[in-house]
């Protein structure tokens, strides 16, 4: 059974890592990024498709990364859009047939373990919608504009949270037009199934699944890889 679809928006310009080339083609340990990704979903034998959402100047990029990463699944490329929902609202119109789950990844989290994809799966499959998250270490406060705080959410009830958020198909479908028609913008594709109404299940991630966002991550994302092997 091939029942599940991955998309992952890739067209985003990391602006925030500095540097020409945006993040998902940043090369650690000889390899792009993105290719580091993409072999995390080689080795579930569910997936049906990786869809592969990239900027039209990265096009040729995000092909040999695909080919440097060696993986079996087949991936197809899309354009990607003007935000990461964007990108991922014109994936979601190439799931492959028959897709009962959908997964959301980001391109710059290269380290999602299999055991935590098989546990995402399952959870998906009993809630509806299953995502990844640790608890924070932080006191987090809630500030308005002029740096004010509002409120302390009790620590323990706080978790941050990660990718792949997994999604039964008409869920995570119903979430994209109801957000369009309401006009709302969000920072993960969770936020829309709950906008919704529906469930979301929290369960916990791994340390090492981290996203690539600033220049000191690369120095992680290489120390992890050396310890994987
Ligand atoms: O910018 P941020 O780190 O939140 O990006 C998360 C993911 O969304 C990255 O994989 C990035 O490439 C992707 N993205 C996208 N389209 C955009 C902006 C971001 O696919 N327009």
Redesign the pocket.
């Known amino acids: 059974m091939h029942d599940i679809s991955v998309i992952i928006?890739?067209?985003?310009s990391g602006s925030r890592m500095g540097g020409d080339v945006p993040?998902?083609f940043i090369k650690i340990a000889g390899l792009p990024v993105l290719s580091h990704t993409l072999r995390c979903f080689d080795y579930v034998d569910r997936i049906a498709l990786v869809i592969l959402?990239v900027s039209e100047g990265c096009k040729t990029l995000a092909q040999q990364a695909i080919e440097s990463s060696g993986v079996k699944v087949p991936v197809k490329i899309v354009n990607?859009?003007?935000?990461?929902l964007?990108?991922i609202r014109n994936a979601l119109q190439h799931i492959a047939p028959g897709t009962s789950l959908i997964a959301v990844h980001?391109?710059?989290r290269p380290f999602v373990g299999r055991e935590l994809l098989l546990r995402l799966i399952e959870s998906a499959e009993k809630y509806g919608s299953s995502i990844p998250g640790l608890p924070v270490t932080d006191t987090i406060k809630q500030i308005d504009n002029d740096g004010l705080v509002i409120s302390t959410p009790l620590r323990s009830s706080l978790r941050s949270v990660q990718t792949p958020q997994i999604f039964r198909t008409d869920i995570l479908k119903s979430a994209y037009k109801h957000a369009a028609l309401q006009g709302i913008r969000a920072?993960d594709d969770a936020s829309l199934v709950e906008y919704l109404g529906h469930e979301v299940k929290v369960i916990e991630g791994t340390p090492e699944n981290i996203?690539l966002?600033y220049p000191e991550d690369l120095q992680k994302a290489a120390f992890i890889l050396n310890n994987k092997i």
Do not use: C, I, L, W
């Not at 928006?9 to 985003?12: E, L, Q, V």
């Open positions: 928006p890739a067209a985003g993040k998902p959402a990607g859009g003007a935000e990461r964007d990108s980001d391109a710059v920072t996203k966002t």
